[in-house]
């Protein structure tokens, strides 16, 4: 049964995702665009993913909902000083649209 008529994902498509190891759907439809045009999909995704019941994912979030970092991974490290905290960041904007500059921020008083 197809769960997103927009790019013809089926039930199936989901769980096979799910099953290695996407457990949201922003994670669903990063692999495969379900729930990423109309949107009509999204809550029968979610009730596919139900509660996340044996997903890695949400396992290893903490209590307050941040991700605990496993033991190959590393804290991440402070940015280099020359960089502002509060500055705004450079973006590079995608092929075929036009730059739009950045506007400048007063600091708060």
Same mark, same amino acid.
């Given at each position: 049964?197809?769960?997103?008529?927009?790019?013809?994902?089926?039930?199936?498509?989901?769980?096979?995702?799910?099953?290695?190891?996407?457990?949201?759907?922003?994670?669903?439809?990063?692999?495969?665009?379900?729930?990423?045009?109309?949107?009509?999909?999204?809550?029968?995704?979610?009730?596919?993913?139900?509660?996340?019941?044996?997903?890695?994912?949400?396992?290893?979030?903490?209590?307050?909902?941040?991700?605990?970092? #496993? *033991? &190959? $991974?590393?804290? %991440?490290?402070?940015?280099?000083?020359? =960089? @502002? !905290? /509060? #500055? *705004? &960041? $450079?973006?590079? %904007?995608?092929?075929?649209?036009?730059? =739009? @500059? !950045? /506007?400048?921020? &007063?600091?708060?008083?």
């Amino acid at each position: 049964m197809f769960v997103c008529s927009c790019f013809g994902i089926t039930e199936q498509q989901v769980k096979q995702h799910a099953d290695s190891g996407r457990c949201t759907p922003r994670q669903i439809a990063s692999a495969c665009k379900a729930g990423t045009d109309c949107g009509s999909c999204v809550k029968r995704i979610q009730a596919l993913l139900g509660r996340g019941a044996g997903c890695t994912t949400r396992d290893r979030l903490d209590p307050a909902g941040v991700a605990a970092p #496993g *033991p &190959a $991974e590393s804290a %991440p490290e402070a940015a280099p000083e020359s =960089v @502002p !905290a /509060s #500055g *705004p &960041a $450079e973006v590079t %904007p995608l092929p075929g649209t036009p730059a =739009v @500059p !950045a /506007s400048p921020v &007063a600091p708060a008083a």
